[in-house]
């Protein structure tokens, strides 16, 4: 079966640091753009972060800019979303999503589900004291 699994949410208080994992099981994640998007309470899903296929070059929404760190271990057939300076905003349910096609320059972040071949189900993130 094709499909990709977040894992790694949890309650967490201000200020702490998640890593958020995305393994896919039935193809390998190596030459897959990979993003991660995030749905808010009440809010539509919007783009967080991206990584190319092919290499390592990532993309990120200029509001997570310097806190959310994406990365892959193709040993691992993985993708992760760091997280650190957790804030109630930050709260949500986190997806990530693949896609083989090939992009020019950096990924883009277009949270369509369309733009995607697959979706994980998602993982919730809650952030309180």
């Known amino acids: 079966q094709l499909q990709l699994v977040e894992s790694g949410g949890g309650l967490v208080h201000p200020g702490g640091s998640l890593r958020l994992s995305c393994v896919a099981s039935?193809?390998?994640?190596?030459?897959?753009?990979v993003g991660w998007f995030r749905q808010a309470p009440g809010k539509e899903r919007e783009g967080l972060s991206c990584?190319?296929?092919?290499?390592?070059?990532?993309n990120s929404a200029d509001a997570v800019k310097g806190r959310f760190t994406i990365s892959r271990d193709h040993a691992k057939n993985t993708v992760y979303l760091q997280i650190r300076g957790l804030t109630p905003e930050d709260t949500g349910v986190y997806f990530c999503?693949?896609?083989?096609?090939?992009?020019?320059?950096?990924?883009?972040?277009?949270?369509?589900?369309?733009?995607?071949?697959?979706w994980g189900q998602g993982t919730q993130v809650t952030i309180q004291d």
């Open positions: 999503a693949a896609d083989p096609s090939i992009v020019p320059g950096v990924c883009t972040l277009e949270a369509d589900e369309g733009r995607w071949r697959f």
């Open positions: 990584i190319r296929g092919f290499d390592t070059r990532t």
């Open positions: 039935g193809f390998s994640l190596e030459y897959y753009r």
